[in-house]
């Protein structure tokens, strides 16, 4: 398949609101020749990374919006400024090659609009930049209900996140700790050929200076090392682990902390592992085979204690909310496409609801860690401030550290460039059961 159809139809989907460029784009990709691979990817998260700028200059060009029928041609358009105002791609090339898609879409009586529309992008591109200038859209490249909520909950670093949410993500790796030191495995890597240079705030993270395909890494298949953000390994050091603890790692998938808690923390009586569905769990049992690790798999909603708890206490609860991932949208451009505002409090009421239930099975004593990868204070310092509020028994712990900044509950880390995600954490412990009713 042509690179240009493969992305478009990949977005296409996304831009109808049905799936995330990761479940609609490897299907396509496997119809591209191996080559064109790279080239499809970059059309497909390029083009959703500057979606918000690229949907205004398309306004501009168009009399009217296009039908939602149209909405592949619409994506090809978009991938077509893409390619004019973010690549290297001769405008001849990149005009021709993506107009030619149409044909495959049999949607003749566009073609000549889809010409015509990318043309006059080529020729007035920067008049039409210059025209939209004082649109903070077109400066941030995020929706404008995102843009503008950004800005109201962090006036003082908005315009810092959204630079960083527009940036390449960094190859962050985890170095296994059972099987090797960072320190040699860093030297190791230099051996070989790779530059590469700690992370600052986890023992066990290394950023690689520049991206390669993982597999080719020293000891990889044998679980030296793995793939997982900065922020994300923090989890295992702030559970304060210890030998004989039963741990919960809830909402596991798919399976990063999992593996960094059984690999902290050895001697641990065993690790549960829970998610919502039995295909989320296929990456998690993956991940643990290849790194020779084992835990309990449980499908089962959180919430649900009669599905799934056996009613043993645990010592440590992790619990990764699912959320909003406005911290990770480097890593997922085409959540700016996807996301929604009413998505806000709907997720904190499903994240103040898994605490709730979560915290009856944490032993007095205990400590949860709650987590997500979202930078909105009603997912985070606000749920953790009313989870307190109704539940005498909790007490929040203090985390200490140099990295992201302290709100009034847990602490938040922004996106960096060529750093750490965005990310939220907030440490409570269990001081007293619930009363019994």
């Known amino acids: 398949m042509n690179p240009r159809l493969a992305a478009a139809r990949a977005l296409a989907v996304v831009l109808n609101g049905k799936a995330s460029l990761g479940s609609s784009l490897p ?10 691979r790279g080239l499809t990817q970059d059309l497909a998260f390029g ?14 060009l168009l009399q009217k919006p296009f039908k939602a029928v149209d909405r592949d041609v619409e994506a090809l358009l978009l991938i077509g400024l893409y390619q004019l105002f973010y690549t ?41 930049i210059a025209s939209l200038e004082r649109d903070p859209v077109l400066h941030t490249a995020h929706p404008r209900w995102l843009q503008k909520r950004l800005k109201a909950e962090w006036p003082q670093q908005w315009e810092a996140i959204c630079a960083a949410n527009n940036a390449h993500p960094p190859l962050i790796l985890r170095v296994n700790r059972r099987l090797g030191s960072r320190d ?33 890494l020293p000891g990889f298949a044998e679980g030296r090392v793995s793939v997982q953000d900065e922020a994300a390994q923090l ?69 649900d204690l009669a599905a799934w708890w056996d009613g043993k206490p645990f010592q440590r609860i992790l619990l990764d909310a699912p959320c909003s991932a406005t911290g990770v949208i480097r890593r997922h451009p085409d959540i700016k496409l996807t996301r929604q505002p009413d998505d806000i409090p709907a997720l904190a009421k499903l994240q103040g609801e898994l605490l709730d239930s979560l915290w009856q099975t944490l032993e007095v004593g205990g400590i949860l860690l709650y987590a997500t990868c979202s930078v909105m204070p009603a997912e985070n310092s606000d749920n953790i401030a009313a989870f307190l509020a109704r539940t005498p028994g909790a007490r929040e ?18 996106p960096q460039v060529d750093g750490h995600d965005g990310f939220y954490y907030a440490k409570l412990m269990k001081i007293a059961a619930a009363p019994r009713g």
């Open 27 to 36: 299907p396509l990709l496997d119809k591209v020749e191996q080559r064109d």
């Open 47 to 60: 083009t959703a990374r500057w979606q918000p700028r690229l949907a205004l200059i398309a306004e501009k």
């Open 88 to 128: 290297r791609i001769p405008a001849h090339a990149a005009i021709g090659e993506t107009v030619a898609c149409v044909d495959k879409l049999k949607k003749p009586s566009l073609k000549g609009l889809l010409n015509a529309v990318l043309r006059n992008a080529q020729r007035d591109g920067e008049s039409l």
């Open 184 to 216: 040699d495995y860093l030297a190791e890597l230099r051996r070989v050929g790779f530059e590469a240079e700690p992370c600052i705030f986890s023992h066990d993270g290394i950023r690689l200076l520049q991206a390669c395909d993982v597999t080719t």
């Open 235 to 303: 989890a295992a050091e702030l559970l304060d682990l210890a030998p004989g603890q039963r741990v919960l790692d809830a909402c596991a998938a798919p399976g990063g902390k999992t593996c960094h808690l059984l690999e902290a923390e050895p001697a641990l009586a065993g690790v549960v592992a829970v998610d919502l569905e039995e295909k989320r769990l296929v990456r998690v049992r993956e991940n643990l085979k290849r790194l020779g690790l084992s835990a309990e798999l449980i499908a089962a909603d959180g919430r």
């Open 397 to 414: 712990l203090d985390i200490a550290g140099a990295f992201g900044i302290k709100p009034a509950h847990g602490r938040q880390l922004f």
